[in-house]
Nanobody, 121 residues
Framework: QVQLVESGGGLVQPGESLRLSCTASGFTFRNYLMNWYRQAPGKERELVAGITTAGGSSNYAASVKGRFTISRDDAKNTLYLQMNSLKPEDTAVYYC??????????????WGQGTQVIVPS
């Protein structure tokens, strides 16, 4: 049974930091591309950051670049998102996503239940 369980969300003041975690089970974590998405009220879900297998490379949305850092610990089957200098516009539900692309084009695409981050203005 595949599970992605996010934790670490909460209410923080502007300028403060949070670290989100996503613990995976039921699949071979180290083989999967991992992403953090977020969805703010009334907005579409957007990609925040992604990391390749073995942490070879990462990418970030322009709005979080320089403030957020994505990382993974394959020994612990855990994905992280360190969020610094938080702003009110970072308020959203943050989702963990795992993706594996098969040779013929199909893919596995798993999602967690989300964790809420609130940064009041």
């Amino acid at each position: 049974q595949v599970q992605l369980v996010e934790s670490g969300g909460g209410l923080v003041q502007p300028g403060e930091s949070l670290r989100l975690s996503c613990t995976a089970s039921g699949f071979t974590f180290r083989n999967y591309l991992m992403n953090w998405y977020r969805q703010a009220p009334g907005k579409e879900r957007e990609l925040v950051a992604g990391i390749t297998t073995a942490g070879g490379s990462s990418n970030y949305a322009a709005s979080v670049k320089g403030r957020f850092t994505i990382s993974r610990d394959d020994a612990k089957n855990t994905l992280y998102l360190q969020m610094n200098s938080l702003k009110p516009e970072d308020t959203a539900v943050y989702y963990c996503n795992a993706v594996y692309y098969y040779y013929l084009g199909s893919k596995d695409d798993y999602w967690g239940q989300g964790t809420q981050v609130i940064v009041p203005s």
